[in-house]
C-alpha cells in the first residue's frame, strides 16, 4: 500500500536510561511526534528530567520533569523543533545516592506530515 502524507505520523523517540554510568548518545525525533523516557536501572528506580535551557514542549526556560519512576516512564509531547540538551537526574533506590547524566537530542520538522 502507497504511503501519503495523510497517513503519515511523526516519527517519535524512545529513550530508556539505563546504568547511569553508560555513556548516553545523540538522539533525534520529528516535531508533534513524542518524547518517551524510562528507567531500566533496578537500583536507580527515581529519576528527574532538567532541560539546560530551553525545552521541546513549552516556552520554559530550564523545565525540570521529575515524575519518572522505572514502572512510570515521563512522556513529552514534541511541540518546539530545535536541539535540546537533557540531564537526568537518578536518585537511588536508598535515597542517599543521586547519579547524574547528560544526553543531547534534535526536533526536526516531521516531513511527509498532514
Known amino acids: 500500500m502507497h504511503s501519503t502524507a495523510k497517513d503519515h505520523k511523526p516519527h517519535s523517540l524512545l529513550i530508556t536510561l539505563a546504568d547511569p554510568d553508560a555513556t548516553p548518545v545523540c538522539h533525534h525525533a520529528e516535531e508533534n511526534g513524542i518524547l518517551e523516557v524510562?528507567?531500566?536501572?533496578?537500583?536507580?528506580p527515581h529519576f528527574e528530567l532538567h532541560f539546560v535551557g530551553?525545552?521541546?514542549f513549552n516556552s520554559d526556560v530550564d523545565?525540570?520533569?521529575n515524575a519518572g519512576t522505572a514502572h512510570?516512564?515521563?512522556v513529552i509531547d514534541?511541540?518546539?523543533?530545535?536541539?535540546?540538551?537533557?540531564?537526568?537526574?537518578?536518585?537511588?533506590?536508598?535515597g542517599k545516592c543521586l547519579k547524574i547524566e547528560t544526553f543531547d537530542f534534535s526536533v526536526h520538522p516531521c516531513k511527509n506530515c498532514w
Open 38 to 44: 524510562r528507567s531500566d536501572a533496578p537500583n536507580y
Open 54 to 56: 530551553p525545552n521541546p
Open 63 to 65: 523545565a525540570i520533569l
Open 72 to 74: 512510570t516512564p515521563i
Open 78 to 94: 514534541l511541540k518546539n523543533k530545535g536541539d535540546y540538551r537533557c540531564t537526568v537526574h537518578h536518585k537511588h533506590k536508598d
